[in-house]
């Protein structure tokens, strides 16, 4: 590794990186610039990150998806920018409803579904589910998340809806590409992916569970008035 970097530029998962964390911390005693950027959504809208407040206090500049802030300079996303408006195909007929899941025991203080939150975001998901319009069932498709933490997600959506499709494999990319609408159902990149790729996209959350700051409520509340975000399955 670099002996005198005179910038470090980080993101993701260094938290759980013990190496580089003794390195960049040597680097920066020695005069080194930490730099951290942001790799996903839920930072600058979130009430509780334990994660944001974390790298935005040990690093000299914060670089954000273009939010303000104390020691946030904000810069256009290249997570976003790479995303090309969707070459969908002429008659997309999928719901995609995308799914979230997080670990059995808290381990980090932040606004989402925590620990046994879990069990009512799933009953929410069910009920939303049970609401749509046969039609509509017909051509749902459950985008498992990719880490099941021990949930069992697959055999909860198949015991209670044995003839919906569940996927856990096709690219997001490519899925959305076949979606007539994609549904997002927690605080993070998904939808600002959608909206990038000007795919149709309806959010709904428990606002109990996915708690806003007040630099963010402004921009919320534009999509609950929109018809975008809902707080109800």
Not at 47 to 71: A, M, P, Q, T, V
Not at 156 to 177: A, E, G, M, Y
Not at 185 to 190: D, E, I, R, S
Request: hydrophobic share 35%; glycine share 4%.
């Amino acid at each position: 590794w670099p002996l005198k970097p005179k910038v470090i530029l980080t993101a993701t998962g260094c938290i759980y990186d013990e190496p580089f964390k003794a390195w960049a911390a040597e680097k920066v005693d020695n005069g080194s610039v930490l730099l951290y950027a942001q790799h996903g959504g839920h930072y600058g809208t979130a009430r509780l990150s334990s994660g944001e407040d974390h790298e935005r206090n040990i690093s000299d500049r914060f670089l954000s998806w273009g939010w303000h802030g104390e020691g946030v300079d904000p810069l256009p996303s290249p997570k976003l920018n790479a995303i090309k408006k969707s070459e969908r195909n002429k008659t997309p007929k999928k719901c995609i409803l995308v799914q979230n899941v997080t670990p059995r025991y808290s381990y980090v203080m932040f606004s989402s579904v925590v620990s046994s939150m879990q069990i009512d975001y799933f009953n929410q998901q069910f009920k939303f589910v049970e609401m749509l319009l046969p039609r509509i069932k017909n051509n749902l498709v459950v985008r498992l998340f990719p880490n099941d933490y021990g949930w069992k997600q697959r055999e909860r959506w198949s015991d209670k809806f044995p003839h919906v499709t569940l996927d856990d494999s096709s690219s997001f990319s490519h899925q959305i590409n076949d979606a007539k609408i994609v549904v997002a159902t927690y605080n993070a990149t998904t939808f600002l992916e959608t909206f990038t790729a000007n795919i149709p996209t309806l959010i709904f959350w428990d606002s109990e569970h996915w708690q806003c700051n007040d630099d963010s409520k402004y921009y919320f509340e534009v999509l609950l008035l929109a018809g975008i975000l809902h707080f109800s399955p």
